[in-house]
């Protein structure tokens, strides 16, 4: 998804010096009829271990007959995960996919050597009053897989394993955790995670990956002595496992995301990522040139280069 015109989030005070490195409370804009919340990049955090990228979409109510509307638009040596908790979303793309997601599922998007797709909803739906809630996220791909084939890959909701010990439920959308390990394909250690605690519910987390965040999605959560609530990312400090409670009267949502820290930084613009400078000049005037394939399906429109 492309959300150029959102601004860079502001760092929170550190809550939690024995477990919380840092808080980052993301800025919101309004895009047009639903809000986004921006977590990463941020001036003092690029990247969560793979990721590079973190907006929270909405929640969101559409009025009826409107919604999400992204006209395709390209990427080059990232991933794109999308996760819904709310509404659903079609996506097409340069390969031929047209696939709707759905809450509980989740689309992986390589985008490899280039990727063009769009984001949209579909007439019916709209028409039936569209709502939409979720994680829009880019992983940056290691240097050897950057300019790898494009593809697309999705896992329906009773793909994904699921942790569920009565006051914490987990779904495993990428990676290895609490003894499971996801389907989905990754390129190097990556965990999300979408949990939910029932009020006095727990869960740990341990510090098997190198870098880790906490997303709060909903509710308050605590770790250690200290509260967050929602619309807060939360990065862990490396080799400290964690225990996040509830100890609210209301059910605490938030999805860990995280992995292992790439070899070097990545650069950014727009809509691509790439570790190489040059490469993004060269997508730019790929894109500018029309040399990127088209979304069969959803060839009429395009977003201009800015």
């Known amino acids: 998804m492309s959300y150029q015109e959102c601004p860079d989030p502001i760092l929170g005070d550190d809550k ?14 309004d895009l047009g009829g639903f809000e986004v919340r921006r977590a990463l990049p941020s001036r003092e955090k690029q990247m969560v271990g793979p990721f590079i990228f973190l907006d929270q979409m909405g929640p969101a109510e ?16 990232l991933a794109t995960l999308t996760y819904l908790f709310d509404g659903e979303v079609l996506h ?23 990727i063009v797709h769009s984001e949209r909803m579909d007439e019916g739906y709209k028409g039936r009053g569209a709502e939409l809630f979720g994680l829009q996220t880019w992983v940056a791909l290691p240097e050897a897989e950057e300019e ?25 959308v990428a990676g290895t955790a609490w003894g499971h390990t996801s389907p989905m394909t990754t390129y190097s250690d ?21 870098e880790r965040g906490i997303y709060t999605v909903s509710g308050t959560i ?4 200290d509260s967050f609530g929602a619309g807060e990312l939360l990065i862990l400090r490396p080799d400290h496992p964690v225990t996040v409670r509830n100890e609210g009267s209301e059910p605490a949502r938030f999805a860990l995301v995280g992995g292992a820290s790439m070899e070097g930084p990545r650069y950014i613009w727009w809509n691509f990522v790439s570790s190489r400078k040059e490469r ?27």
Request: with cysteine; aromatic share 6%; glycine share 10%.
């Open 222 to 225: 605590r770790i250690g002595g």
């Open 148 to 172: 790898r084939d494009p593809a697309f890959e999705h896992h329906d909701e009773a793909d994904l394993p699921v942790i569920d010990d009565g006051g914490a439920h987990a779904r495993l």
């Open 92 to 114: 097409r793309d340069s390969l031929g996919t047209k696939q709707i997601i759905c809450p509980g599922e989740v689309n992986w998007m390589t985008a490899g050597r280039g």
């Open 190 to 210: 990556t965990i999300f995670a979408d949990v939910t605690l029932a009020p006095g519910g727990s869960l740990p987390v341990d510090a098997i990956h190198e």
């Open 62 to 77: 559409f009025v009826l007959g409107e919604g999400l509307d992204v006209r395709p638009h390209p990427h080059i040596n």
């Open 280 to 306: 993004i000049d060269e997508a730019k005037e790929e894109w500018r040139k029309g040399r990127f394939d088209t979304v069969p399906g959803d060839e009429e429109e395009f977003i201009p280069l800015p």
């Open 16 to 29: 939690s010096v024995d477990a919380i490195e840092t808080v980052i409370v993301p800025r919101s804009r």
